[in-house]
């Protein structure tokens, strides 16, 4: 059974950084398959946020924090961060880690993940 367990959620500054960590455990490693981070605020939908690929590494950022946020993953491909950086407002969400069942699902389909219980991150201004 695949397991994931988040850490780091915080109350920080607008401007200010944070770095969230994920681990996984239980799963079966393939070349295709990802992690990521979605996050959900109060009242919204699950957005993606940001995946890496388990095979080469490769990245993918939502427009709304692309060049503000940075996923990256350790070599044995079981732990996952985001490092947030000049954090605003409206960053202000539950984060879930996730690790696609199978082949990656993307920052669109939610039904290919298995996910972790969230973390609580909140920017105040």
């Known amino acids: 059974q695949v397991h994931l367990v988040e850490s780091g959620g915080a109350s920080v500054q607008a401007g200010g950084s944070h770095r969230l960590s994920c681990v996984a455990s239980g799963y079966t490693y393939e070349i295709y398959a990802c992690m990521g981070w979605f996050r959900q605020a109060p009242g919204e939908g699950r957005e993606g946020v940001a995946l890496?690929?388990?095979?080469?590494?490769?990245?993918y950022y939502s427009d709304s924090v692309k060049g503000r946020f940075t996923i990256s993953q350790n070599s044995a491909k079981n732990t996952v961060s985001l490092q947030m950086n000049s954090l605003k407002p409206e960053d202000t969400a539950t984060y879930y880690c996730?690790?696609?069942?199978?082949?990656?699902?993307?920052?669109?389909?939610?039904?290919?993940?298995?996910w972790g219980q969230g973390t609580q991150v909140t920017v105040s201004s």
């Open positions: 890496i690929y388990a095979g080469d590494s490769s990245t």
């Open positions: 996730a690790r696609s069942i199978s082949i990656c699902g993307g920052l669109i389909d939610m039904s290919r993940y298995y």
